[in-house]
């Protein structure tokens, strides 16, 4: 890390941007490796199993929204708090209640939406602390929290099988309490906060054309990233007959990757501009989903696969990012939820989708090869708009983009 970066920022913050996305994360998909679990004791469907998984994902898009709107009022960090106290108390409820049947698990993956919803917290948290040229690399560490979901994978199906997949919920918050705590101690607002607007301000920012190219570009990235964190776990029980720890090591593996490299593709999106980035990670996720949607014949080859996809997605993630603050750094809260919410759309689009495919076709071909299909059209959307980009967004900004 280059000594520039360190003294650009408020580290501390930076870091409990981090803390806080990471953690949030992790109950965020608890559902998918607790899903081999579920599945069994409910008897759900393949399509049930993917709309288990989907929930949590569509809550935290549409309430990416509204926490969006609070970080601009309140600031992000007593959002953050709120956030977080919900999800705490959302879990300790369902640990008492027992969660009795499919419709109250339901109901949970609506409150922990809250988790998913950090999103819009974390990086408004992060962003405003740094210079243009910095963003990258600040918002590649704070996204990087997305790790949380490699600890869900790790963590969730072995405290199962010790203790029952409910009271997994209850020792999910630990890591919570102490992370608030820490939150509140090292978070720090920064002192560039934007004024609060009325809803219709922030609704005009959807006149925008850049706007809904942003949305979309998320949508593919975080979408295939969220959605395969969430659903990897039964996939490989389904299709290659892995137990649920074992498959939860496995979905560990590919998830890991995406979160690992998503600070390198906002360094890279720096270093070589984020639209040359983004072109080249599109291809690769496209090809390697394209690719393991023909059912591989051996575990490795399509663990070999989804890392690919995996790594792009992650890095996409980070690309993203680079260019919404040098775009919309007046409107980053609301861009944020935004582009966020899309993000997750995408999410429980894949989730549902490769359930639907399951049990409609017997394979999870259609749903896969549509979301690679989907990564080229962005691809083409990007091209098609990088050179207005280029030519409207001044000297300083085009050199980064």
Known sequence: MKKGFLQAGHFPTLIAAFLYFDVSFMVWVILGPLGVFIAKEFGLSPAEKGFMVAIPVLSGALLRIVLGVLVDHLGPKRTGVLAQSIVIGGLTVA?????????????????????GASFAVALPLASRWYPAEHQGMALGIAGAGNSGTVLAALFAPLLALAVGWRDVFVFATIPLVAVLATFSFLAKDSPQQPQAK????YLA????????????????TFGGFVGLSSSLTIYFNDQYG?????????????VFMGSLFRPVGGALADRIGGVRSLSGLYVVA??????????????????AM????????GMGNG?????????????????TGLVGMTGGMGGFYLASSLGLSKQFSGSYQAGLLVFALLAMVALTSLTGVKRRWR???GSAAAARI
């Open 95 to 115: 640990w008492f209640a027992g969660l009795q049947n499919f419709h109250q698990l339901l109901a949970l993956g609506v409150l922990l939406g809250f988790a």
């Open 198 to 201: 009325t809803l219709m301000q």
């Open 205 to 220: 920012v959807l006149k925008e054309r850049d706007a809904w190219w942003f949305m979309l570009f998320y949508s593919v």
């Open 242 to 254: 892995l137990d649920p720890v074992h498959a939860g090591y496995a979905t560990a593996a590919c």
């Open 286 to 303: 496209a090809c390697g989903l394209a690719v393991v949607s023909f059912g591989l014949p051996q575990l490795w080859m399509a663990m």
């Open 306 to 313: 989804f890392m690919i996809a995996m790594t792009a997605l």
């Open 319 to 335: 690309a993203v990012f680079q260019l919404v603050p040098q775009r919309f750094h007046q409107e980053i809260g609301v861009m």
């Open 391 to 393: 030519a409207t967004w």
